[in-house]
């Protein structure tokens, strides 16, 4: 083999890789993402995690990328271990449709059967593929394009590496090598070897059927060669798992024992029978075709036989990888950067850690009410470590987002991002003046402080009422409930009039010695506090109007809201009027 050939070779193998990226990532835009969002959301049985495994693999083409997502499920706490696995299975046998795309390459004929043939079906999909690009004007016709220009890049990536391999026929030493193979051992440990080196089983096996042109690989040789890549393929599930916690880790380490037990499986049968039977096949010349049968096949009769066996795995698991003792960041929910990969999924994150996050204000803004009421050190010092929860919740979220907006984005994405952007500045902010408040009922409790039966009740009316909009902003932004959004604004501008009430009718109380310059003080910072949550719940609240909308300018919306108030925002303002009133 010359040096021509290897490097035609090695170009070929740099087309066909190149081409199943642009047709994995042409498919993930056409698909939206939508495959692996389910993957968490609806992967609660074994079996239904199987075939989602299955169907997000034959998307975006390589079980280990599908495996990887799955880790970082695991490791922010979206998804056990058990959904896990089902998942992994599934990906085990989805990762054999890139064969049969390549067995297309064998497709030839003469006269009108050169129409269907290979050279002429890409040459086809490649000028289709380029018109899309080039003058479709919507997305998915864009995305549609890069699908059929990756396919055809693959293709031509096969072409080249069967050109450049097939001198290797008259070669004896070649012959000799892949003769080698048909001792498992060797031929497993090559596999291996092989992916580890490629880190995508597609791509060996596709190398492998490249190969069979040769007419030296036979089914001896081809069996433990589709073994060993099935194993090779956990490496970089493996290496992802790096500084991942125990379900984590425990979740990487289910692909190479699903792919060893099956190896197993299948070696066991194939060469226990043929030791007593003989099979004729067993020296049979393989073609492209028949080694995309044989690693479907093998991944097929894999999952029928392991998948009984999951509990089992799971069990296995637990105990090959030891729980350890792991740096905790109190119950945050952390998000994985493994899932910035897919923007969708790496949305939900955000959703789910930003809900997390308000669960939290809301949490330490109710224990903060109640300390105005009965103060305690131990709930002053909850409230304290929540606060200090929630920063620390707003620098992961927006360090996660800004690493996520670096990436290329639809526009549903980027606005979905930006809401959280704002959203969690805002939650901060909530979060600050919870603090505010339990300072203040610190301070009452240390001075003896007292108010006069009128403050008191107004503090009462003005705690009822921002306990309301916070609970209709938070469950607006978690629910995704735009009618709930449109309640908020009506409710922040009765409390931004109670406020001024209140401290009217303090100076008053002043004025008559009702109230003295410390009640006052703390008085004030209180009806301060109270208003500017009113004003975060009212930014939450508009991002989500403003961003369904698909624009984002609350500054125009509340001025265009509060010139033109129409009946349904009289209505509900009137509504709260009624219901909280400090006569």
């Known amino acids: 083999m010359s040096i021509s050939n290897v490097i035609a070779l090695l170009g070929g193998v740099a087309l066909f890789l190149f081409g199943m990226g642009l047709m994995s990532d042409g498919l993930k835009q056409v698909a939206g993402n939508k495959l692996e969002v389910f993957l968490y959301k609806l992967s609660n049985t074994p079996l239904k995690g199987i075939l989602l495994g299955t169907a997000v693999t034959i998307v975006i083409q390589s079980s280990a990328a599908t495996s990887v997502m799955v880790v970082g499920f695991v490791n922010s706490g979206m998804m056990k271990l058990a959904q896990a696995i089902g998942i992994i299975l599934g990906s085990f046998i989805g990762t054999s449709i890139t064969g049969w795309v390549v067995s297309l390459s064998a497709i030839s004929g003469s006269g009108w059967l050169s129409l269907v043939s290979t050279a002429t079906l890409t040459g086809l999909v490649a000028i289709v593929g380029i018109l899309l690009r080039m003058i479709g004007k919507k997305a998915w016709k864009k995305d549609l394009g890069m699908i059929l220009l990756g396919f055809a890049v693959l293709m031509y990536g096969i072409s080249a590496m069967s050109g450049a391999v097939s001198p290797l026929k008259e070669s004896p030493a070649f012959v000799s090598i892949m003769t080698a193979f048909s001792n498992p051992l060797l031929g497993f440990v090559a596999g291996v070897a092989i992916t580890a080196i490629l880190q995508s089983a597609s791509s060996a096996v596709g190398l492998l059927q490249t190969l069979s042109v040769t007419g030296a690989i036979s089914f001896s040789a081809a069996l433990p060669l589709v073994l060993g890549i099935g194993v090779g393929a956990s490496v970089p599930v493996l290496m992802s798992s790096i500084g991942a916690n125990t379900e984590a880790r425990r979740s990487a380490w289910s692909y190479p024992i699903i792919s060893l037990l099956g190896a197993i499986v299948v070696g066991v049968l194939f060469y226990g029978l043929n030791a007593l039977v003989h099979f004729a096949f067993a020296e049979m010349t393989m073609d492209m075709v028949s080694i995309a049968i044989l690693n479907t096949v093998f991944r097929v009769i894999s999952a029928l036989v392991l998948f009984p066996l999951m509990k089992v795995i799971l069990r296995l698991l637990e105990r090959l990888v030891k729980q350890r003792e792991e740096v905790s960041k109190r119950s945050i929910r952390e998000l994985d950067e493994r899932l910035l990969a897919n923007p969708v999924v790496a949305l939900n994150s955000c959703g789910v850690a930003t809900k997390d996050m308000s669960e939290i204000v809301s949490g330490i803004l109710a224990r903060a009410m109640g300390l105005l009421v009965t103060f305690e050190e131990d709930g002053f010092a909850d409230v304290e470590t929540g606060e200090g929860m929630v920063d620390e919740y707003e620098d992961m979220i927006g360090s996660y987002l800004v690493k996520l907006t670096g990436s290329e984005l639809r526009p549903e994405e980027s606005r ?94 002043l004025e008559q010695h009702v109230c003295t310059l410390d009640n006052g003080f703390v008085f004030n910072d209180l009806a301060t506090n109270f208003e500017r949550i009113g004003d975060h719940c009212s930014n939450i609240a508009v991002a989500m109007i403003e961003l369904e909308s698909g624009s984002f300018d609350t500054h125009a919306y509340l001025e265009t809201l509060k010139a033109h108030r129409d009946e349904a925002f009289s209505k509900y303002y009137e509504g709260f009027r009624a219901k909280y009133s400090f006569d």
Not at 458 to 469: C, H, K, N
Not at 480 to 496: C, S, T, W
């Open 416 to 509: 979905k991002a930006a809401k959280f952007l704002h959203t969690i500045g805002d939650l901060e902010r909530i979060g600050d003046h919870a603090m505010n408040i339990a300072q203040c009922a610190r301070e009452i409790k240390q001075k003896n402080i007292t108010f006069s039966p009128p403050a008191e009740k107004e503090l009462r009316v003005m705690s009822s009422a921002v306990t309301e909009i916070v609970n209709t902003a938070f469950h607006s932004l978690s629910d995704g409930d735009l009618d709930k959004a449109y309640r908020v604004e009506p409710l922040e501008e009765l409390i931004d009039n109670l406020c001024d009430e209140m401290k009217l009718h303090h100076v008053r109380r």
